[in-house]
């Protein structure tokens, strides 16, 4: 049975400082109608539930309720074909970079194909690291000012919210409608990729192509060409097929 739209997306909250702004969230999820929030290493325990949470809420309670506060962001992404996350920094390594008007054809891509879709913000201060972007298919910004790119995280997660609503709702024109014939892809998850990714730096290890000790940036630059691949299930397996071999020859 197919699930609605609004039921493909997981919005996660990286390592969120204050319960504020985890209220905030709920309340602009519950306003353009998503519902499936996940707080991942909040620095308060329990963040949902601080008073402030639930104030800032405003009757958005059962979102807060509901969330899902989890110490792994491996997990929060397991399942999800596309994993965005939302930082305006650029990287020299990562996965690829795309605007939000980008991004969004994607999502509506995945979403035809009833394919999980996850979208991170990452901690009020600091923004996604490296290691978060490690397991995202995309690195996404939002088109803002040049001179002052900066949102608060309820504002980046409103506005995120509002354009895919408006983006779901909106008639579908034929182009759109195209998308449907399309046989939707089995891509493999981010977590999956980056376990892929350690079986084959054991690996290279092993067959003494990588030097431990002076890897220089091997496996960067590695991980930055499997997520421009968007490596499917099969692909991942046939890859840590190869790592087993490496191994074997040790």
């Not at 909106?170 to 195209?178: L, N, R």
Request: hydrophobic share 45%; net charge negative.
């Amino acid at each position: 049975m197919n699930t609605t739209p609004s039921q493909l997306f997981r919005w996660i909250l990286l390592e969120t400082s204050h319960p504020g702004n985890v209220g905030s969230a709920a309340r602009a999820l519950k306003t353009m109608g998503f519902d499936d929030l996940r707080l991942i290493n909040p620095k308060i325990p329990n963040i949902a539930q601080e008073p402030e949470a639930i104030a800032l809420a405003s009757g958005a309670g059962d979102i807060l309720k509901s969330s899902q506060e989890v110490d792994s962001l491996d997990k929060a992404v397991e399942d999800c074909s596309l994993v965005l996350g939302l930082t305006s920094r650029d990287r020299e390594f990562g996965p690829p970079e795309l605007s939000w008007q980008e991004a969004r054809k994607l999502i509506l891509q995945a979403v035809t194909g009833q394919q999980q879709v996850a979208l991170l913000f990452g901690p009020e201060r600091t923004g996604l690291d490296n290691k978060h972007l490690s397991l995202c298919t995309h690195r996404v910004w939002l088109d803002a000012n040049p001179l002052y790119p900066s949102l608060n995280l309820a504002q980046a997660i409103m506005a995120c919210a509002f354009t895919l609503r408006e983006a779901l709702n909106q008639e579908s024109s034929p182009a759109e409608k195209d998308l449907g014939k399309v046989e939707a892809i089995e891509y493999a998850d981010p977590a999956a990729v980056a376990a892929m990714l350690d079986h084959w730096r054991q690996g290279l290890e092993s067959i003494g192509f990588l030097d431990p000790a002076n890897p220089k940036k091997l496996m960067a630059r590695l991980q930055a060409l499997f997520a421009r691949a968007r490596l499917h299930k099969e692909e991942v397996d046939l890859l840590r097929g190869i790592a087993k071999q490496m191994l074997l020859k040790k």
